[in-house]
């Protein structure tokens, strides 16, 4: 009957280096998800702030008169997010398109479109209304987020700048 119990011990003590290994292979497979998580989190937090340094660089371009000095406008800025500095490229805006405004849809109680009211015979104004597009690329050299954001926008200019503008192929966005 000895023998017997002897034989059982030996059978406990495999059992439990098993479960022990299997155990073992549980937390450790526990640790690399959460890494995994934790990796992905921060990437998405890095793409957020990639993307907030981006849109406050374009609002701080739309906050200007950015059509006095287009070329002025493409530049690379630095700007600090969330603790991190992000690179941010900014295109030189092209115009979308020219729509003239009629002179009938003015209202010449406002200081803005009662110096576009053109009292010729033209039913046309002296101003037109365009659409702008301006370009943010945002990058941060560590963290390795890339986001480009594109944004339009609405100015009504005079004829003569509309017409400098839309005639430079140069100022023009491409069809791409």
Same mark, same amino acid.
Request: hydrophobic share 40%.
């Given at each position: 009957?000895?023998?017997?119990?002897?034989?059982?011990?030996?059978?406990? +003590?495999?059992?439990? +280096?098993?479960? +022990?290994?299997?155990?073992?292979?549980?937390?450790?497979? @526990?640790?690399? +998800?959460?890494?995994? &998580?934790?990796?992905?989190?921060? &990437? @998405?937090?890095?793409?957020? =702030?990639?993307?907030?340094?981006?849109?406050? /660089?374009?609002?701080?371009?739309?906050?200007? &008169?950015?059509?006095? &000095?287009? !070329?002025? /406008? @493409?530049?690379?800025? *630095?700007?600090? =997010?969330?603790?991190?500095?992000?690179?941010?490229?900014?295109?030189?805006? #092209?115009?979308?398109?020219?729509?003239?405004?009629?002179?009938? %849809?003015?209202?010449?109680?406002?200081?803005?479109? @009662?110096? #576009?009211?053109?009292?010729?015979?033209?039913?046309?104004?002296?101003?037109?209304? *365009?659409?702008?597009?301006?370009?943010?690329?945002?990058?941060?050299?560590?963290?390795?987020?890339?986001? $480009?954001?594109?944004?339009?926008?609405?100015?009504?200019?005079?004829?003569?700048?509309? $017409? !400098?503008? %839309?005639?430079? !192929? $140069?100022?023009?966005?491409? $069809?791409?």
């Amino acid at each position: 009957m000895t023998s017997f119990r002897s034989r059982q011990r030996g059978i406990v +003590l495999i059992l439990s +280096l098993i479960m +022990l290994m299997v155990l073992t292979l549980i937390a450790v497979s @526990a640790i690399r +998800l959460s890494t995994v &998580n934790l990796r992905s989190v921060a &990437n @998405a937090q890095t793409r957020t =702030e990639a993307m907030s340094a981006a849109q406050r /660089t374009v609002d701080l371009i739309l906050s200007t &008169n950015f059509t006095d &000095n287009i !070329a002025g /406008t @493409a530049q690379t800025l *630095t700007v600090s =997010e969330g603790g991190k500095s992000y690179s941010v490229v900014v295109a030189r805006p #092209c115009i979308v398109r020219t729509v003239p405004v009629q002179n009938i %849809s003015l209202d010449v109680s406002r200081p803005d479109d @009662a110096k #576009c009211l053109d009292t010729s015979t033209n039913p046309f104004s002296a101003c037109a209304d *365009t659409v702008w597009q301006i370009q943010a690329t945002s990058s941060s050299g560590w963290f390795g987020a890339n986001v $480009s954001i594109s944004q339009g926008t609405g100015i009504r200019m005079d004829n003569g700048a509309t $017409s !400098a503008y %839309s005639n430079d !192929a $140069s100022y023009r966005c491409s $069809s791409s």
